[in-house]
């Protein structure tokens, strides 16, 4: 059984860091592409930020410079480093998993950024 589990969301400041963990059980991650995204109520689901298995990666213009995401095949687990945090990135985050022919989700966590 495939599962994909995000942790590391709160509640946080204006300009603050967060650290978004996926752990991955049920496959090896590194053959998959990787990705976060996220969704704030009231609006469509957006991809944030993508690994390639080569390490190659690649962000939505409004969280460049900001947000860093790595990977760790050894440990099966995916990151999310989040700096400088502003009230627009609050949303829920899943971490998803895709190997071209199809994915894999996670539940999500909640990030939400106070003002």
């Known amino acids: 059984q495939v599962q994909l589990v995000e942790s590391g969301g709160g509640l946080v400041q204006y300009g603050g860091s967060l650290r978004l963990s996926c752990a991955a059980s049920?496959?090896?991650?590194?053959?998959?592409?990787m990705r976060w995204y996220r969704q704030a109520p009231g609006k469509q689901r957006e991809l944030v930020a993508a690994?390639?298995?080569?390490?190659?990666?690649d962000y939505a213009d409004s969280v460049k410079g900001r947000f860093v995401i790595s990977r760790d095949n050894a440990r099966n687990m995916m990151y999310l480093q989040m700096n400088t945090l502003k009230p627009e990135d609050t949303a829920v985050y899943y971490c998803?998993?895709?190997w071209g022919s199809g994915d894999y989700w996670g539940q999500g966590t909640q990030v939400t950024v106070s003002s």
């Open positions: 998803n998993a895709d």
């Open positions: 690994i390639s298995t080569l390490g190659v990666t």
């Open positions: 049920g496959i090896r991650i590194s053959t998959y592409t």
